[in-house]
């Protein structure tokens, strides 16, 4: 592993010199609440800065050169794989701070922000002047826009609008030299040069430290309906999902709860679960009432007529409200019930999801841990919440990670759709890219970051 040098007195007192004291925090108290995510790693900083300006991250980025101490970019904290934790001790970059709404333009559907902003903030911003910013991933309410970017967050709404780089036309990058450089465009078309907006957003922190976005936005949809389908058992959902778009619709959000996430929410539930293994899909359209409600009475006499037991509605938004926020508790209880938690994010051919599925209690049985399955069935990215009780045999239950992410890539899918590789998941990298494709990948990290200061070792391990 790479070797820096460590934050002394030395190094602390010029960069409070350089930034202002009330820019750093360095108590062994603070420092601990920067050491985790919302993943199960933990690493403590050994200084934090909270930057006020982009001017402090350029600062920051030339003393990290000069004394060669590694820096971390940190968002809200919210992510899944370790990308924003100092596994290699160093300065954890706090951009929290940063978290204005420069600019809405209503006429040419277009907003500026910094990245500190939250995500729901953004969201509500664009709907108080009649247009919708689509990207809605988990944990909106703590999640900021620039941790989004980095690590190109999803969420339920991807199935229909894609993902949050799809609405980055352009942004402001602070590089691991501590230049700063803009990329894109504000138009809704530009191809001059290299896509250097799309190499720095989902690159996860490592190749620049992102200072401000361009962000398409849409017309707000006029309405929004939705139901919730109730089934015996989980293939039968599934395949219900490519049924529906195989008949020409095209749902905001189609989502799932297998038994065993429903055996831990069951209470939140306004009916009786049916039969020993029952799973939900939560449906949801978007457009023209008219047009949305003749829609969705095909989609209702389509799921019934593929097996669905069950149909509660939900057209108001109160009613939406209810049942999203029985789907956000299920992660939480996950959480709260498992000795062990591995959260995995993988990706299937829409074809290949009651495949998966269904091969799942194989892998229980084998490994012995318990797999409760949940997401965005929609656009075919299941959650795999792998978990035991046995913590004494860890290793098992990574071997069951590691057979599933295998199972994965036969289906022709990828090893993550929406949390990243960050820290936790690089060792499993080359089993899904060809070693010219990682070589060629660190290359352009080396050119971006010659010092390898900018959060290094995510993504590759031990580089």
């Known amino acids: 592993m ?32 920067y050491s985790g995510d919302a993943s199960t790693l933990s690493f403590t900083p050994e200084l934090v800065v909270v930057a006020k300006s982009v001017s402090d991250i350029q600062v920051l980025m030339e003393l990290a050169n000069r004394y060669h101490f590694p820096v971390t970019p940190r968002g809200g904290g919210s992510g899944l794989a370790g990308a924003c934790l100092p596994s290699n001790g160093g300065v954890v970059l706090s951009t929290v701070g940063l978290n204005r709404i420069t600019l809405i333009d209503s006429k040419n559907f277009i907003m500026k922000v910094e990245p500190g ?50 609405y980055i036309l352009g942004l402001e990058a602070v590089l691991p030299s501590g230049q700063l450089i ?116 095909a989609i209702c006499s389509l799921v019934t007529d593929l097996g669905a037991i069950e149909l509660i509605r939900a057209e108001s938004e109160k009613e939406r409200s209810e049942i999203w926020a029985v789907r956000r508790q299920v992660s939480l209880r996950i959480h709260d019930y498992a000795g062990l938690y591995i959260p995995e994010d993988i990706v299937v051919p829409l074809t290949a999801i009651a495949e998966l599925v ?66 936790a998941k690089a060792e499993y990298l080359p089993m899904e890219l060809t070693e010219e494709s990682i070589t060629l990948q660190k290359g352009i990290k080396k050119l971006f970051d010659p010092n390898m200061v900018l959060n290094p070792g995510k993504i590759f391990k031990n580089f």
């Open 358 to 423: 269904d091969a799942l209690p194989y892998y229980e049985k084998k490994y012995g841990i318990e797999v409760f399955a949940f997401g965005h069935a929609g656009d075919g990215n299941i959650h795999l919440n792998i978990t035991t009780q046995d913590t004494e045999n860890v290793e098992l239950a990574h071997e069951g990670t590691r057979a599933l992410l295998e199972l994965t890539l036969q289906l022709q899918g990828t090893i993550s759709g929406e949390h990243g590789i960050g820290i």
């Open 182 to 297: 803009r990329t894109g465009v504000q138009t809704r078309k530009g191809v001059v040069g290299y896509d250097l907006s799309n190499l720095i957003v989902g690159s996860e922190g490592t190749l620049g430290v992102i200072t401000s976005l361009t962000l398409k936005l849409l017309p707000k949809p006029a309405a929004t309906t939705g139901i919730m389908c109730v089934f015996n058992d989980m293939v039968a959902a599934m395949n219900c999902v490519a049924t529906i778009m195989g008949n020409g619709h095209l749902p905001s959000a189609i989502e799932f709860l297998d038994h065993k996430c429903l055996s831990l929410i069951g209470e939140l539930l306004p009916f009786s679960l049916p039969g020993e293994k029952p799973s939900i899909l939560i449906i949801e359209i978007d457009g023209p009432k008219n047009q949305i409600k003749e829609e969705m009475e």
């Open 2 to 33: 790479r070797q820096y040098s460590p934050v002394t007195n030395e190094i602390k007192n010029v960069i409070s010199e350089r930034l202002g004291a009330d820019s750093v925090i360095s108590s062994p108290e603070a420092l601990s609440e």
């Open 117 to 166: 902003v939250i995500s729901q903030q953004v969201r509500d911003a664009a709907a108080a002047k009649g247009l919708f910013y689509p990207p809605d991933p988990a944990g909106m309410d703590l999640s900021t826009i620039g941790g989004n970017a980095a690590t190109d967050a999803g969420g339920p709404a991807c199935v229909k609008y894609g993902t949050t780089r799809d």
